[in-house]
């Protein structure tokens, strides 16, 4: 091989190594945000607390382990996994722990300690990490997952769950703190005193893209910086304090930070406004700030240009008008600072942007047209709209709703009037009865109930009450509860102020004998009520228990002959005391 050819082929391995280099640090810091949090679908086990004990029953009601211990965890309840705690250790402050598997079998031996991991907030409403556990072994702690297998050495001091990052841990090293991934990637190293979430939301990736505030503390103080969810880090640890704006919806981050007291505006790690102001604060209908500098306030956007100088002793938004007070005098501005000659102090444009809400001195609310005629003038104490030209009014703390010319849709009756959200219904309600009212998009009510309470479900929500119950649809239409369970067997079903059930074609199959009755929940047990008792029964129809509960709820949860409570530790429980 020629001296050419050498150089050529070394050239060419070189290029390999360098993308194989560049693919592997790729994938390595993939691993830091990339991980499977699973959805826990099928609940299949659920702990009982009877006489202050805790065990284990499974989704036909049969008692899996007895109810013998102080605490029983279950990481995830589709899985066999049962972490089991009794005698308190006062000393070392913890439980003598074993895991026991549905058979009553010991498994996940040979640790000090294994622990469940509670989380706060979590997409399927399960509280703990629903893969990993923690255990200890020679005083330290490590990660292993549901079978047992080690996915950390025991390294840790502790490991407890991110508020609102399911799927990452803090772990403590020799008193510094760091965050590690379910999959044991280290994400943050364990180099700082403190650290905490940004508490950033959005709708589609929920708490995905939430970041972190760490803190070291320094000589002088506590010093904060940042770092991304990715694990990247974008301020150092300089800051007297950090806050996000979480109201933006951007791939980038803005951030307020203090030096030395005095706040500045950065876009990732750009500043955006210099560290001069006393105070920033962030309006979302308008998308910007209100700065404070010198105790004089002004306005600027979020690409730094001032709008308003800070030169106002106070500035508040009144919709697209600005009110700002000057030695006790107060101007209207627009949004660009301009002074606006209007008699209102606020002024938001309808979603047809053909119309304006105001507000005037004289504290009502009006709707004028764009030429500045008034279409409404009721003199309301609010106006909100809420879509097609209609509008919630308040008056004298009654609301109702109207349309544009100033109709009356929906009775000014109401304490409050609400939008339920990712639906196309509205709820009405009136607090001396408890009333609940649903009002569809045509500002029809569709069902009153007094005394009632409202569940939003998969694709219905239900009105209820000591002794009704009704579906609906997103859109206010009526179901029936076969539309709602279609793969229940057995249907509630009223007739002359007594409760039975049906099958799917009406046929009677529990008498109405009832004062009230509950659907058959995913687990195929129902509730029965008579003389203020609650009993069970199966989704052949049989009673399996009388009615012996005194329970307030109107629509107690079964399984078996154990009744759901939501009074107990971290998570709710079933029990059969009274």
Not at 325 to 338: H, K, P, Q, Y
Not at 381 to 405: C, K, P, Q, Y
Not at 442 to 469: F, L, P, Q
Request: glycine share 8%.
């Amino acid at each position: 091989m020629n001296k050419k050819k050498i150089i050529i082929l070394i050239i060419i391995i070189l290029i390999i190594a360098i993308i194989a280099t560049f693919l592997i640090m790729y994938f390595l810091k993939r691993a830091k945000y990339v991980y499977d949090v699973v959805d826990v679908s099928e609940i299949k086990y659920n702990v009982i607390r009877v006489d202050g004990k805790s065990g284990v029953i499974d989704d036909n009601g049969n008692v899996i382990i007895e109810p013998n211990y102080n605490v029983i965890q279950i990481p995830n309840p589709s899985l066999p996994v049962f972490i089991c705690m009794s005698n308190y250790n006062t000393e070392k402050k913890e439980y003598e722990t074993k895991v026991l598997n549905d058979k009553k079998e010991q498994i996940i031996t040979g640790y000090q300690t294994v622990q469940a991991i509670p989380v706060e907030t979590t997409n399927d409403g399960i509280p703990f990490e629903n893969t990993v556990l923690k255990y200890k072994k020679d005083g330290k702690f490590g990660l292993i997952d549901l079978e047992g297998k080690e996915i950390t050495d025991p390294i840790y001091d502790d490991i407890s769950s991110v508020t609102y990052k399911e799927g990452m841990l803090l772990v403590k090293q020799d008193g510094k703190t760091g965050v590690i991934n379910i999959n044991g990637v280290q994400v943050i190293d364990t180099e700082y005193d403190n650290i905490t979430v940004d508490n950033y939301y959005d709708a589609n990736t929920k708490y995905q893209r939430t970041g972190f505030i760490v803190c070291k503390i320094e000589d002088d103080g506590y010093r904060y910086g940042y770092i991304d969810y990715k694990g990247d880090k974008i301020l150092d640890t300089d800051y007297t304090e950090i806050e996000r704006v979480t109201d933006i919806e951007d791939e980038d981050i803005y951030l307020i930070a203090y030096k030395d007291g005095q706040a500045g505006l950065l876009r990732n790690n750009k500043v955006i406004l210099n560290h001069e102001y006393e105070q920033i604060m962030y309006y979302a209908n308008n998308d910007l700030f209100i700065v404070q500098r010198n105790a004089k306030q002004g306005v600027v956007d979020g690409q730094g240009n001032i709008k308003i100088d800070t030169k106002y002793d106070n500035i508040t938004f009144g919709g697209i008008y600005v009110n700002a007070t000057e030695n006790d005098e107060t101007v209207i501005l627009d949004l660009n600072g301009n002074p606006v000659s209007d008699e209102y102090i606020s002024k938001t444009p309808t979603k047809d942007g053909q119309n304006y809400i105001v507000f005037g001195e004289d504290g009502t609310y009006k709707i004028i047209d764009g030429n500045g005629n008034i279409v409404v003038d009721k003199n309301y104490t609010n106006i909100e709209e809420i879509g097609n030209n209609n509008f919630i009014v308040a008056s004298d703390r009654n609301s109702g709703i109207i349309d544009l010319s100033g109709k009356s849709l929906v009775e000014l009756k109401y304490n409050s009037i609400f939008e339920i959200e990712n639906t196309e219904l509205l709820q009405a309600n009136i607090s001396s009865t408890s009333t609940v009212s649903l009002i569809n998009k045509d500002m029809k009510i569709v069902v009153t109930m007094d005394d009632a309470n409202i569940e939003v479900g998969d694709n219905y929500v239900r009105v209820y009450s000591e002794n009704e119950n009704r579906y609906f649809d997103y859109s206010g239409n009526e179901l029936e509860a076969k539309d709602v369970f279609p793969n229940n067997q057995l249907y509630a079903k009223k007739k002359s102020d007594k409760w039975g059930f049906v099958d799917k074609d009406g046929n009677l199959k529990v008498q109405n004998d009832y004062d009230m009755v509950t659907e058959f929940n995913k687990y195929g047990f129902a509730g029965i009520k008579l003389d203020d008792k609650w009993g069970v029964i199966n989704e052949n129809g049989e009673v399996i228990l009388e009615p012996t509960y005194e329970l307030e709820d109107y629509s107690p949860d079964f399984i078996g002959t154990y009744y759901k409570s939501n009074e107990w530790g971290e998570s709710s429980y079933y029990t059969n005391e009274q």
